[in-house]
């Protein structure tokens, strides 16, 4: 009998501001719906695990997509004569655009990293339309990412972006995950990592603006200790500035525990899953 | 603590020159760089992947395109076998929120050859004392 996992990928078309993006997401199980967003300059891929993981997808509908310019989503028309910037609106617009065209009943929104940050945007902006939050590796300010080393001619990007993000994992995490996830970043478009991280580490200074988060989305907070991009510490004190936000620290794991070690990454997960299933 | 002295250094070169993986992924990889554990300086030739010298004084004819600089007890962390977080790589060393090691010279050269430069770093843990 053939080895097929129980994942069905699709495209769909979501509009936003007069463009029409041809996107590819992901899917898997039913129930309360759960987007998974990936980390910068990688696609859905990084939520494998998680997705055909039938402890998870028996109580969720998992779904994860490429945002447009990642993975199978394709840019919209025009991009070769700009520089790709991710912004704060497009980014948390976009995801929510995509969860309405899905007609999708107030999903719980599980980002890693850049996908983490944008929570808090959504949190902010989307009160009403998000079920619960689930902030992997974010904080309220990340600096130090946005660099041109990251897209310059005289560099290979996909090594480059890879390699810089390889040591984000942990030593304890297996050497077979770590490699794939390297391979995620290899595969990015040009500039599309750097462009990623204007959003991650310049439009997203949320500092200014967690502590008008309402609290009225419950949001789970959860970082690795081998995370140098965004400490616990600093994921942690952007939780206390937000009401009823909780945050869980994970040992030996880094920045991309859905990829990186998924089962360690599931021992703390699935708490947190039973606690949303539970309200 | 790993000592950094030049038999350290010297069983490091072992290590590289003997990797099968960085005499492909460093291929191309040919620079000298100033490594300083410390009070510990050394200036390495990389050629085509393999570090073919080790320069352990330097003076003011040693010339060196990139320096990566940081305290012997930053290193130390850095080559257990499982090192702490933070420590365990050369970006997260050199991150401006953590600033454990100085990245200075041609940080260009760094970023083109990153993945075999990692690589060679990454076997500073075999180094046996």
Known sequence: MAKIEPITGRYIYVPYEGQEYRVFYEEAGQGIPLICLHTAGTDSREWRHQLCDPDINRNFRVIALDLPRHGKSIPPTGWWKDEYKLTAKFYSEFVMAFARELELDRPVIMGSSMGGNVCLHLALNFADEVRALIPVEACDYSPGWWLDWLHHPHIHGGEACATATYGLMAPQSPEEYRRETWWYYAQGGPGIFKGDLYFYSVDHDFRSLVGKISGKVPMYFMTGVYDFACTPEMAETTAKKIKGAEHITMEEIGHFPMCENPVVFKKYLMPVLAKIVRK | ?129
Do not use: C
């Not at chain 2, 590289?16 to 200036?43: C, M, Q, W």
């Not at chain 2, 076998?81 to 010279?105: C, F, Q, T, W």
């Open chain 2, 1 to 129: 603590m790993a000592a950094f002295d030049v038999r350290w250094v010297e069983r490091w070169q072992e290590q590289v020159n003997k990797d099968a993986v960085l005499k492909t992924i460093g291929r191309h990889f040919t620079a000298n760089i100033l490594f300083e554990f410390g009070s510990h300086p050394y200036v390495v030739s990389f050629v085509d992947g393999s570090m073919a010298k080790v320069a352990h004084s330097i003076g003011p004819e040693t010339t060196f395109t990139l320096a990566l600089r940081a305290p012997a007890e930053t290193w130390a962390k850095f080559v257990q076998p499982i090192p702490p977080p933070m420590y365990n790589d050369l970006i997260a060393l050199s991150h401006p929120l953590h600033g454990k090691l100085r990245v200075e010279g041609d940080t260009k050269l760094m970023w083109q050859n990153l993945r075999a430069l990692t690589w060679a770093l990454d076997l500073m843990r075999n180094v046996k004392e």
